[in-house]
């Protein structure tokens, strides 16, 4: 009898700790307050506090732990046969914290909020070519698109494209209402945003019972917090800072590689940078490895130019070592024997970027070419010096290889800050868009990079590694980025 | 002496009007605005135009002054960027912060200050004084962001006993910021008594030195007589303007000591209003620690004046 008894306590005990365990404890982090008085829960607002709002809302598909799309609050989708019409299945029985039912009404309201122009929404450029949202019925939408896209649901994975309860874009802002496992509690951007557990999540409840998102400015004073066990949670710690949490048991570092990318643009409608065989000499004046070494303390991956992240699919594969000799020749063919002579614009605005700029000017010197690093304030920088000044420091966060290439290299694109305008390279995205056979798509994918490599003016030498740094109390943390994380598992002790 | 006042509180005003305009014209002068601080890369086309339609920065700057001014002058200092709260009242918590945190500090540090300089300078050169002085020279030289990191190491970090960073949103309930609130106040009693100590015992040692004190000690009144009754009154007026500039210092928002503790106070609102090219806020931040120099400075000069019969008297017999 007493066998049987300890034996049910076990069975008991076992459940109680996978099947049905309670959230306990409290999960804490920082934001940076970037967006001041003007913080939002909005999700597709500039303000939004996406440390927030990727816990509280969910979007259609998300990224999976390789970054491919999986099933989010949409559980199946296809395309019709020239990927111009898409049909999205959607979770049945799902509640919006208010305790309103989720449905094709309210896709279909958050996505027409994000295309309506009157929004100004920056995520707008992101899905622009969704021409109709229509609701099939109760758990069934259709998307309409301008022109084929076969990776339509690469772009839903968006941090910013979350689903939100129809008519309730006036007030999302501060109420924060979605279907993520947490939910909201209080707002307060600048002092600390409290989120309890949704018990109710459709994945099953979280880990942990709340958690506490606090707005820390200073970067150094959040390093101090986690420290000293007020937050449980850094990302984006620098390799000199991470020396003090890994020399302590305490602390946990988890290193990401991400799609973040810094860089040097040359504008290509310039002279001397409209001659390919400069630009090519430019580039290939760079030891990456050294700048990712001397810049980053070892924590990047070397990129040949491409914006491309190391972990994408669509990622090209290509050699890019320095080659001093070639560049020389390529500048004495373009009219150049005594090199060239450029001015470079930097800003502190990314910390790295001086020291960029400078293990740049050492390395480009060999070739012949002369960088005079122009200091430029932070303040105005984007307005007044980046597509503005010939020669300048860039910086872009992770995006699918189709938007990062289309976003940043297509001839139209706003923010083509090379000014590179290629029809070849538009025409290979055109035609990656359309072909819905994957490994075929993936070769344009990877053409129009190795293109880039030939002729582009923008210099990219590395994708940033991302360091978390977490307490030891965290458990389950996915070790990939904000966008991936499945914050429902994660656990303190 | 009520002339002097009244000339007093006019140049105040004057001075406080005139800050406001220098305030406004370095914000404007700072490449970008409102807009492009806010929307970075998307600053361009309908976004930015809006966005300056929004904020009525699509006015000339002049206008924009007059306007603020006359808002201000009948007590609005207009609402914050998200159009939900005003400013006053946002301003308002982050004053009885940085109040909070400046009484604790003048609270340990002036009768600490006055203490420690008193009996340095009556043990002068003795172990004791050598100490106190050494000291107080290591903590004013030390910058203070530094000293503030030593003690997050040591009290919040190795030992545990306080929190290290400040997590208190600006308004919540004054009991809410203890035992956050001490570490900064230890900072902030730190710099200033170093500062007070040292002006208090040069001052001592001087009158000390001086002929009434040695007259009084020859003529045989008892020493501690001689030292409450005719050194210590004389010797502890210079240090009421040191006193009152560290006053000033602490209420203006000690914008250092905030960020490092992310204490929400005055002074790192000013820093993060000027980033963001809030000029209301920073109009508004400007206004008042500009109000509160001028009154502490002005009732620094009437405690020497009353202290001090010469001065009182001066313009009289100047004529």
Known sequence: MRKTLSFTAMALALVGTTAIAEPTGTFRQAHEF???????????????????????????????????????????????????EWTFSLRDGVMFH????????????????????????????????????????????KLTLSASFADLPLLLMDYRLRMIPEGSGDTIATTGIGTGPFRLVNFDAEGTTRLVANMDYFEGPPGVAEMEIIGIPDAQARLQALLGGQIDMERGISAQQSVMLSSSDR????????????????????????DVRVRQALRLAADRQAMVDLVMGGGAVVACDTPVGPRDQYRAQIDCPQDIDRARALLAEAGFPDGIDIDLHVATLEPTWPVLAEVYQQQAAAAGIRVNIVQVPTDGFWSDVWMQKDAVTTRWNERPADQALNEVYVSTARWNESYYRDADFDALLANARQELDFDARRALYIQAQEHLWQTAGTLIPYHVTRLVGTSARVGNLDAVENMSVRWHLVTVD | MLSMLMRRSALGLITVWLVSIIIFIGVEILPGDACTAFLEREAQGLLLENCRRDLGLDRPAWMRYGEWAANALSGNLGVSPDGQRQISELVGYRLRNTLL???????????????????????RDRPFDIIVSTTAIAAMTIPEFVSATLLILIFSVWLGWVPGIVLTSSNAPLAEFFPEVLLPIAVLTLVMTAHILRTVRSSVIETLASDYAQMALLKGVPYWQMVFRHVLPNALLPTINVVALTIAWLLGGVVVIETVFNYPGLGRMMIDSISDRDLPVTQAIALIIASVYVGVNLLADLLTMVANPRLRTAHLRGK
């Open chain 2, 101 to 123: 945190l400046a009484s604790g500090a003048i609270l340990c540090g002036i009768p600490l200050a006055l203490f420690l300089g008193i009996v340095a300078a009556l043990w």
């Open chain 1, 34 to 84: 970037g967006f001041g008085a003007q913080s939002s829960l909005d999700p597709i607002s500039k303000g939004r506090v996406f440390q927030i709002t990727e816990k509280i809302m969910s979007r259609l598909v998300r990224p999976d732990m390789d970054g491919r799309p999986a099933p989010d609050l949409a559980t199946a989708w296809s395309a019709n046969a020239d990927a111009t």
């Open chain 1, 98 to 141: 208010d305790g309103s039912s989720f449905g094709a009404e309210d896709v279909v309201y958050s996505l027409q909020r994000v295309l309506d122009p009157a929004n100004d929404s920056p995520a707008r450029a992101a899905i622009a070519m969704i021409d109709r949202v229509e609701a099939v019925d109760a758990t069934t939408i």
């Open chain 1, 251 to 274: 602390f946990n570092i988890q290193m990401i590689p991400t799609g973040n990318w810094r860089g040097l643009v040359f504008r290509t409608d310039v002279a001397p940078f409209d």
